[in-house]
């Protein structure tokens, strides 16, 4: 079944693409939770981390120095980022297709708030 970043990785849907290769995709968060969020995907269809294999193991590095890169690029990899990457229905994901949130811009705080 097809996601809506597969759309936007085929170019079938509009997105502000901020960097691209022959295995990952990033473009801005149409819903920002921060001043700077974007989305790294893999070019591959890969539903979940539980999904990856070890033919993955570059895209999945390929994820990680994207994120550094982009986040020297918006001028916060010196003050701060975060990196998300959501794991099926409880670890909240929302898209079946693996992607790595980078937010930054302003003071996280906590990552998770006490139950």
Known sequence: MSTIF???IKGELPADIVYRDELVTAFRDIHPL???HILIVPNKTIPTVNDLGAEDEATAGRMLL???KIAAQE???ESGYRLIINCNHDGGQEVYHL???LLGG???GRMVMPA
């Open 6 to 8: 597969d759309r936007i």
């Open 106 to 108: 302003r003071r996280m």
């Open 34 to 36: 921060a001043p700077t």
């Open 66 to 68: 994207v994120a550094a």
């Open 75 to 77: 001028g916060i990899a």
């Open 99 to 101: 992607h790595l949130h």
